[in-house]
């Protein structure tokens, strides 16, 4: 049989009405983010923000990203010669994400840095920078939230904090003084309880050099690698939180046993893991039996985070669908110029837009009570359950919106609209999910009055400048007294809050089509149940001028 006779690679079609790469770009050049900046005090971050905007929209970015995930944690519980090391190992990729997310001061800094506006800074990074790849994200932003909940032991907060708000990223495990920064996480559940802290059998023993020993386990541990973890466990005087390092102060391991990694849907650069106490070190943080009160501190700050991660992935996939249609033709004209993708493209850019705004108002809060302002610390008190509900909530839907703008070049690994996708559900459902933000809603009414004052304050900032506001709120002020089926409306009333807070802020500071299209679409009810249902006479061309991409 003769060889085949070479020739040239046939040729059946010529690429054509695809898209470029969404790279090269500045993540941070979107007016709604810079406004909220400038308008939350962090105006002297922006060219901070824009470097670092430059680097999340670059090539090399984006492929960090795609190997972080691509190529997922691995435990190793022992090393060759059968000793138990309980290491995980990560890609190179997010070991890069890791480190310029320290570097810019997105992990604990802002705790050090006396300016104001530092901590809208910090959020406004976080944003940017999430959006490039959300999952190292966890890490980072326990490490953000742990500093408050550690200064309920000042002892242990002048030994650790200075490190916790460097910006040095120092991987690998090795006694805490010995490194030039530190990470930190936190475990809070078991199997047998879940949200249920109370139920946890995680038990804590009094030793005679007033370091107490930890035995039990945890269910959802996420980022083992961290130096340091807050830890509840039962007390002889109750539910107490204790601070465990994975190394101690003389250089030896601590009993950390990770029983496995989780298979999780996304976040998979992340790794969670089943960690196992057994006689482990550790030290008291707050007072004996007062662990929830302590660990709060260090929850309220990961919601926070939850919203501004929520708030950034919404905006991620919004640019990925508004860059395909501005360079796809469909039918002889641009799919942009189509009408019914401009009313899906401006409805996912309202519902961002309401998300970023509120993101930032709540990172301006953390900001001003930080400075001591009791009526920011109130108003954080109701607004961050109302924030994390709603815009977690809000994430799946949209994004699976805006993979659907790109048909079936969205359902494709490469387009990064699967990751996205994927990790979307996952802020609805850590530091609680719906059903606990609901019902701590309900809670800050019961016993924090001060918080429902501050919540009036800041929706009646906004009286008299639209009807359709004056009257969801009017209406809004009836479902949060309590009565007795209270906690069966509990979601109904969430709901609504979010969406007369955020038509609040948005009557206040964005553009009258914004605003307009917000409150008749969100409060007066003039729209479907999907996306790209806006009335007619809605402003399209002032939404879609604001959309990233």
Known sequence: ??????????????????????????????????????REGAAWYLDELHLLGRRAGSEEVRRWAEEANRYEPVLRTHDRYGHRIDEVDFHPSYHALMDVAVGAGLA??????????????????????????????????MTYAVVPALRHSPGLAEVYEPLLTGRVYDPGLRAPAAKRGLLAGMGMTEKQGGTDVRANTTTATEQADGTWRLRGHKWFTSAPMNDLFLVLAQAPGGLSCFLVPRVLPDGSRNTFRIQRLKDKLGNRSNASSEPEFDDTVAWL????????RTIIDMVTMTRLDCVLGSASGTRAALAEAAHHARHRRVFGAGLIDQPLMRNVLADLGLESEAATTLALRLAGAVDRARRGDDGERAFLRLATAVGKYWVCKRQPAAVAEA???????????????????????????????????????????????????????????????DRRLDTAWAALKDELVLTEDAPLRARRVIERAALVLQGSLLVRHAPAAVADAFCASRLAGDRGLAF?????????????ERLPG
């Open 1 to 38: 049989m003769s060889a085949p006779s070479s020739s040239p690679t046939a040729v059946t079609h010529e690429v054509t009405n695809q898209p470029p790469p969404l790279t090269g770009h500045d993540v941070a050049d979107d007016p709604v983010l810079l406004e909220g900046v400038r």
């Open 108 to 141: 604990g800094a802002a705790w050090a840095d006396e300016r104001p506006g530092a901590h809208v800074a910090r959020a406004a990074g976080f944003m940017v920078w999430s959006s490039a790849e959300s999952g190292h994200g966890c890490p980072v932003s």
């Open 403 to 465: 993979l659907e703008c790109l048909g079936g070049n969205g359902y494709d690994e490469a387009s990064g609209m699967p990751r996205l996708y994927r990790d979307a559900p996952l802020n609805g459902i850590w530091e609680g999910s719906g059903n606990v933000n609901a019902l701590d809603l309900l809670r800050a009414l019961a016993r924090e009055p001060a918080s429902l004052e501050a919540f009036h304050a800041e929706i009646g900032a906004a009286a008299g400048g």
């Open 285 to 292: 943080v707050g007072a004996e039996g007062k662990g929830v």
């Open 532 to 544: 790209g249902t806006l009335p007619p006479g809605t402003d399209f061309a002032g939404l879609l």
